[in-house]
């Protein structure tokens, strides 16, 4: 495995919004592990607050894990400071949702593809051009300024300098999310590209079903801060095992009127639990369909029930 | 019967930008047209100019409403018209509540902008609607505030407010774009619900195809703001007529059917 | 929320701890000797010395500062025997130079600060907001320019200048008021408005342009927010979108500078105190200055500065209870 963590978990203090005394915490992330191979692309989808922004935050140390381990090229990044990760950073990169906040409006693109090597104190060995021309930009675009270009171009400039060091993990947080779906398209096509001529990882974050499936090769599914079910792609969409996954599925809308009008739909009750008091036992009994006492009384583990299937729920959906 | 007709609307704005240009619409009493575009298509300017709301900008053509001229009417006709016959739910619920009221007192001033009623009248008509709409503990959370809700909640209480005088005709622009997917499902099938019920006829503005195939009648699919191609949901989705519009929908993965290797793209690169 | 109360109100009594040492810092740390500005310039060094005694500069100065901090709570007797000299609590130190405690030389000076603060204020919140909002509501107008210009002509005019220009055209060419002087308010009420006339016009053409400016950027601002278009989309009058959905939260941000700038010049507006010569607390602080009286600048200084500290407290409950946002407990 290229990135293996386990049992990551990550609480925030959670403040009084007056006195600012610490009224609780909020465990954002509650023990997540996941791998990622070499060449492979993780799906991790999940709905807004499930915590999988969290997770490429932790993955990718921009934030420090409350607990768990995080293997990724031979050392646990768990417990690095900057120093240490630095020479970790070259081959662990990071895509961010939206392009023009993470590209400094001051910079040239070439200034902007120059600083990777500035932070890890190179060279640049490979001209903005070049780079450019990877993600298919013009060599003239390298010295405008980020305003200049539409969302999708200036997210073209946000991969180009995440492979500037040419790393072997790129982690993707709702990369297209930003954009109008035609230009999502276009990046969608251009992440393949890349992943086949550079033999790159992907961990790819949204909350897209569609984009997640277009890309992944396996995925994980999060909700309210872990994962309840991974699969292989094709796997999951067939025969969602858990009940949270079946309801996300069938609540994608279809653009098909004949489909949208026959589909059985199961549409979710209530809202999505609050992080700060989550409910005991099975995390998703409050919207499932069919809890019972086993649910309300102990927390089902993610459990193997096929190869390369695992599910957290005590009564997953019979998969063939 | 045709209760919304718009025929040859151009909004230009100041700036000079031709954000519409000539579009012809039709929707009947009852019926849900869908209005599908990228950004910048001209739909949500569309939905704006129908309620007499663009600032800043040149409208001509016809808007005719229930046997009404609208491009003829004063602002304080017009206003009589906005919120009672027309309303409106936009997209991002949060910044379109005014978080200095509680959610009540926003449904009843959009009540009293149009009845002749006491406060307390109003205050039940608000807690009838939050429960219409599917907020539980109505009396309680009618108190509340909008940040006190969560972002589903709060596009309940938006529909709760656009509907709570049954207009004739509800403006639905991106109205689940900003929420998650299962909460998306929720939203659409109290829409679906509410139509049945009350008759309103809806224009439903999105970017998503997915979303006007669950609930349009009709479609229209706009471009630069132009309307490329038009006519019942069945046709448009299963014989395109358009390139554009075979390319809206192509260009957009599924989570069913073939997975094709490349995603087909909408001409011009970025 | 009591809690809060009481954890903000311990925060504030050590902001004011704070800026009593450093002020006293200060003062220690100048080179004037007080006991020879108490005595004045034909002065004996067995004088000198006796006054040293009296006032405790003789001790360290941690000594002292405790003494000063024990005398605001209780009060305190400077020397002994027939010399004794009484300071009453609060006993913010005592002036030898005019012979009374720090305090009741404060007290004496606050109904004409009160009076300059607050006239003021009413009427620069009038002019300027009501300024604000209406090239906000018709902006880019010969309204909104004419205005925005007058105002950074406000801000920009030093106030010594303002006040001046304003007693020659008024007092001495057009003969429309008297010069200024402290006339009680409950003895007067006429000639009381007429005194305060000039300093209120004074301090509201600063603020006035400060608020004007500050309120139309904050009405541009609520006015392009999403709710007010929902507010016209539910067909209210358009004076009720302006009043309630644009106004009420743009008024915010002017609580705070409201709050803070009140508190400042109920310490005292020195400038415009000492150009009228009206004898309010900033006026004392000229004077105590001029005359190194140092006891008076210390207990003026701490004493404006309780003001801001206490205003700043108040400007956030208030907050708490205008916004539900912050209001809530989360």
């Known amino acids: 495995m290229l990135l293996e963590a386990r049992n990551l978990v990550k609480r925030f203090p959670v403040r009084h919004a007056l006195t600012r005394r610490q009224a609780g915490h909020i465990t954002a992330v509650d023990g997540v592990s996941l791998d990622v191979g070499p060449g492979e692309t993780l799906g991790l989808v999940g709905e807004s607050g499930c915590g999988k922004s969290t997770v490429a935050k932790l993955l990718t140390r921009l934030e420090r894990p409350t607990s768990g381990s995080i293997h990724f090229a031979g050392r646990d990044l768990a417990g690095l400071d900057e120093t240490a990760l630095r020479p970790v950073r070259r081959d662990l990169q990071m895509v961010f949702q939206d392009p023009f906040s993470s590209l400094n409006p001051r910079h040239t693109v070439r200034q902007i593809l120059a600083g990777p090597y500035r932070y890890q104190g190179l060279e640049p060995d490979q001209p903005a051009e070049e780079l450019l021309a990877r993600v298919g930009l013009r060599p003239e675009h390298a010295d405008r300024h980020p305003h200049e270009f539409s969302g999708g171009q200036a997210q073209r400039i946000g991969i180009a300098r995440a492979l500037a060091l040419n790393p072997k993990l790129v982690v993707c947080d709702e990369p297209v999310s930003a954009l109008d779906v035609s230009v999502q398209a276009q990046i969608l096509n251009l992440l393949r590209d890349l992943q086949e001529q550079y033999g790159l990882s992907y961990l790819f974050i949204a909350h897209d079903l569609g984009a997640v499936r277009h890309i992944s090769t396996r995925i994980a599914v999060m909700y309210l801060g ?40 199961i549409v979710l009750h209530g809202d999505l639990p609050s992080p700060l008091d989550p409910p005991g036992g099975c995390r998703f009994r409050t919207r499932c369909p069919k809890p019972d006492e086993l649910c309300a009384a102990e927390r089902p583990r993610l459990r193997t029930i096929a190869p390369g299937r695992q599910v957290a729920c005590h009564y997953p ?4 | 019967m045709s209760l919304l007709t718009v025929r040859d609307l151009n909004v230009e704005f100041r700036s000079g930008v031709r954000a519409v240009d000539g579009l012809d619409l039709d929707l009947d009493a009852g019926r849900v047209l869908g209005v599908v575009g990228e950004s910048g298509s001209g739909k949500s300017v569309t939905s704006l ?8 900008a040149r409208v001509s053509g016809e808007i005719r409403f229930a046997g009404r001229e609208l491009t003829a009417l004063d602002q304080r006709s017009l206003r009589r018209l906005r919120g009672d016959r027309i309303a409106m739910v936009f997209q991002d619920p949060l910044s379109c509540l005014n978080p200095y009221y509680s959610v009540a007192f926003q449904i009843a001033e959009a009540y009293r902008a149009h009845h002749r009623t006491g406060r307390r009248q109003a205050h039940r008509v608000a807690v009838h609607m939050l429960d219409r709409v599917g907020i539980p503990e109505p009396e309680r959370r009618a108190r509340c505030y909008p940040h006190e809700f969560s972002g589903g909640m709060r596009q309940r209480v938006m529909i709760a407010m656009a509907l709570c005088l049954e207009p004739d005709l509800l403006i639905a622009d991106e ?9 998306q499902a929720q939203i659409l099938q109290l829409l679906r619900e509410l139509r049945k019920e009350s008759g309103t006829a809806i224009m439903l503005i999105t970017h998503d195809m997915g979303v006007v195939a669950g609930l349009a009648d009709h479609v229209v699919v706009m ?25 809206l929908l192509a260009c957009v993965p599924r989570i069913d059917g073939p997975l094709p290797d490349r995603l087909p793209t909408l001409g011009a690169t970025t | 929320m009591i809690l809060y109360l009481l954890r903000r109100l311990a925060v504030t009594a050590a902001i004011l701890l704070v800026i009593c040492a450093a002020t006293f810092a200060v003062f220690y740390l100048m080179p004037a000797d007080p006991a020879q ?15 040293r005694s009296t006032l405790g500069l ?12 024990a005398g605001i709570v209780s009060g305190r007797t400077y020397g002994s025997g027939t010399q004794a000299v009484d300071c009453p609590f609060p006993c913010l130190g005592f002036s030898f130079q005019t012979d009374q405690p720090v305090w009741q030389l404060l007290t004496s000076r606050l109904p004409v600060s009160f009076s300059i603060a607050i006239g003021a204020a009413v009427l620069w919140l009038a002019v300027g907001v009501g300024a604000g909002v209406l090239s906000a509501l018709r902006r880019g107008s010969l309204w909104d320019r004419a205005a925005m210009t007058a105002a950074l002509g406000g801000v920009s005019m030093p106030i010594y200048f303002t006040a001046l220009v304003l007693q020659y055209l008024l007092v001495v060419q057009l003969k429309l008021l008297p010069y200024p002087q402290a006339v009680p308010f409950t003895a007067d009420p006429v000639g009381w408005a007429q005194s305060m006339l000039m300093p209120w016009i004074t301090l509201a053409m600063l603020y006035a342009g400060i608020y004007a400016r500050v309120t139309r950027s904050e009405m541009l601002e609520s006015l392009g927010q999403n709710y007010v278009r929902t507010a ?13 959905h644009a106004l009420r939260p743009a008024l915010m941000p002017i609580v705070t500078i409201f709050g803070m700038d009140l508190g400042a010049l109920l310490g005292g507006a020195l400038i415009t105190e000492s150009v009228f010569g009206l004898p309010g607390v900033g006026k004392l602080a000229a004077d105590a200055i001029a005359s190194a009286d140092q006891p008076v600048i210390l207990g003026v200084t701490l004493f404006a500065a309780a003001f801001v500290v206490l205003a700043n407290l108040l400007v956030d409950l208030v907050y708490a209870v205008l916004d539900p946002r912050v209001r809530a407990l989360g």
Do not use: M
């Not at chain 1, 959906?317 to 063939?320: A, D, F, S, V, Y």
């Not at chain 3, 310039?41 to 067995?46: L, M, R």
């Open chain 2, 49 to 56: 100019a129908v309620l007499g709301l663009l600032r800043d």
């Open chain 2, 223 to 247: 471009h630069q703001g132009r309307a490329v191609e038009r006519g019942p949901v069945r046709d448009v989705f299963h014989r395109p007529q358009q390139p554009y519009t075979r390319g």
């Open chain 3, 58 to 69: 003789n001790h360290s100065p941690l000594v002292q500062f405790r003494d000063y901090l």
């Open chain 1, 226 to 265: 872990s994962i309840v079910e991974t699969a292989d792609r094709d796997a999951l969409f067939a025969h969602p095992a858990h009940p949270y996954t079946r309801a996300l599925l069938s609540a994608v809308p279809l653009p098909d009127p004949d489909l949208e009008a026959s589909r059985e739909r």
């Open chain 2, 175 to 183: 109205p689940t774009t900003a929420l998650d997917v299962t909460v």
């Open chain 3, 37 to 51: 500005g108490a005595c004045g310039k034909a002065c004996s060094p067995e004088r000198i010395a006796e006054i």
């Open chain 3, 232 to 244: 016209r989309a539910k067909g209210l009058p358009e004076i009720t979108v302006v009043r309630r």
């Open chain 1, 317 to 320: 959906e019979r998969t063939p």
